[in-house]
């Protein structure tokens, strides 16, 4: 499913200079208006939009700063080189953003898709809908207990000032924005949460270990099941060449 999205977005029509191109005077559903001014990474509308110039795909600002701190970076949705220096601020699509409409998808009220965002997180069918997402059970029924004391991997809490709920990325932006200067030693909570962790070890340089080692996402490469004890001897292993 989500090979599929990511194609679609790739072939969504767009104008030059990476901008979606505008609907025509019939108009699309409102549905498919929305789809049309999403990010191909998070999904939802536009924020802050930026187009890269060579491939013309246009993302939020913030989902594509992950890409800009890397020496090579590739365009998330077609792979193509390109220079961050040519990346700039996607003014048409802004304009666009303002200029449009389509219903929110939890109440149907007809929202400025600049203004869908901030709409989405109050509105109050949306938080319902949410609510009533069905809960997990398991694909094939089963006699096994669902275990309840799965360590949560997607969201972490700030060591510095203990802020809560910040994903990988949330939690590097705010030790960047935050405590960039703060000389404490820490442990790192994405280290901590993995099945190797050692959640007494303290990082010495905390920053550096988050932009080092937690540009991306550990579900992206690793097999939770994997055997610990070998996965603690890899770490070890690697921790040595390092050093």
Not at 180 to 199: E, F, I, L, T, Y
Request: aromatic share 6%; proline share 11%; charged share 20%.
């Amino acid at each position: 499913m989500f090979r599929s999205l990511l194609v679609a977005a790739a072939q969504r029509p767009q104008a030059p200079g990476g901008s979606p191109r505008p609907p025509p005077a019939s108009g699309p559903a409102a549905e498919a208006l929305e789809a049309q001014f999403s990010c191909p990474i998070c999904l939802e509308v536009f924020h802050r939009a930026v187009g890269i110039a060579g491939c013309g795909h246009t993302f939020c600002g913030e989902c594509l700063q992950p890409c800009l701190q890397v020496p090579s970076p590739l365009c998330p949705l077609c792979r193509m080189p390109f220079d961050p220096k040519k990346v700039e601020k996607a003014s048409s699509v802004e304009k666009q953003l303002s200029s449009y409409k389509a219903p929110c998808r939890g109440c149907s009220k007809k929202v400025t898709l600049a203004k869908m965002r901030s709409h989405v997180s109050s509105c109050a069918k949306v938080q319902e809908q949410m609510a009533n997402c069905p809960k997990f059970v398991p694909v094939v029924p089963t006699s096994q207990p669902i275990p309840s004391n799965i360590p949560n991997r997607s969201t972490f809490v700030c060591p510095y000032c203990g802020a809560r709920n910040l994903d990988q990325q949330e939690l590097v932006k705010h030790c960047m924005e935050n405590h960039r200067n703060d000389p404490n030693k820490v442990v790192c909570p994405v280290c901590s949460a993995m099945p190797w962790g050692d959640p007494s070890y303290k990082s010495a340089n905390f920053l550096q270990h988050l932009l080092h080692r937690h540009k991306f996402s550990y579900d992206t490469f690793v097999d939770y099941n994997i055997d610990e004890e070998a996965a603690l001897q890899a770490a070890l292993a690697l921790s040595l060449s390092e050093n």
